[in-house]
């Protein structure tokens, strides 16, 4: 289905295959990292669409090169928190997904997700040509997230920008909501919240971290010994 004119205060999800540029030096391994990519971003869309008989808040995919845009659009002006509750859950879940599937293909992501001011435009089409308009500030926020703040977001993450984040309250409170318990703050960033969309339940959260953060550590150990094998000869 094609994307209705949007303007809005919304989640907005940018996902983007992480090491793409390197993918892209095997032409086959990047046409079908792409293939994958868009073909699991349209199915969780389209049965986003099925499940939700809710048309006023339907969850919106655009998907450009290596990148991703997925939000959630609404006919409400002023939402309750309710209403943003299950946007944001509706993006988290999509999120979730496209990740788990994509590493089925040994493809990892990274995703920054922002909540704002949105517009989309469907400017111009013809047969064979579409000319699509988007920004905001929540876009350019998970844009500018993704690539130019520090820390670095690392493959595999996901993060949320806790500015202008409208449900830090139900984050911070005991909720039955399982898939709020996958998201948490870490000690060295105070600017984002990040979702373990790879997690099953919130006890394996430190030890994936333990795990990850060593194997991360490791890749920098090889690159000294390297250095200095080769300095030493």
């Known amino acids: 289905m094609p994307i209705e004119d ?27 990292a792409l293939d994958k990519f868009y073909k699991y971003g349209y199915n969780v869309i389209s049965e986003h669409l099925l499940i939700n008989s809710v048309k006023s808040a339907a969850l919106e995919g655009i998907f450009i090169s290596d990148c991703g845009i997925l939000f959630v659009s ?22 979730k997904r496209i990740n788990k599937n994509m590493l089925n293909h040994d ?31 929540a876009y350019i926020s998970a844009y500018i997230d ?31 909501n399982e898939i709020f318990h996958l998201i948490k703050e870490k000690y060295n960033d105070k600017a984002h919240y990040y979702f373990y969309w790879m997690i099953e339940n919130f006890s ?3 030890e994936f971290e333990r795990m990850y953060s060593e194997l991360y550590n490791l890749k920098y150990k090889g690159m000294l010994d390297v250095l200095k094998r080769f300095s030493n000869k």
């Open 74 to 95: 609404t006919n409400h002006t002023n939402r309750s928190n309710r209403e943003k509750n299950i946007s944001f859950r509706s993006i988290l879940r999509a999120v």
């Open 204 to 206: 394996q959260i430190l």
């Open 146 to 176: 993704m690539e130019k703040t520090l820390p670095k977001i690392q493959p595999g993450e996901c993060r949320i920008v806790k500015k202008n984040f409208p449900l830090k309250k139900e984050l911070t409170e005991p909720t039955n």
């Open 107 to 137: 493809v990892m992501l990274k995703t920054s997700i922002a909540y704002g001011k949105f517009k989309y435009s469907k400017k111009i089409e013809f047969i064979g040509i579409s000319k699509n308009q988007f920004f905001g500030n």
């Open 6 to 32: 949007f303007e809005g205060e919304t989640f907005v999800a940018f996902l983007d295959i992480s090491g793409f540029k390197d993918l892209m030096k095997n032409e086959e391994k990047a046409i079908n």
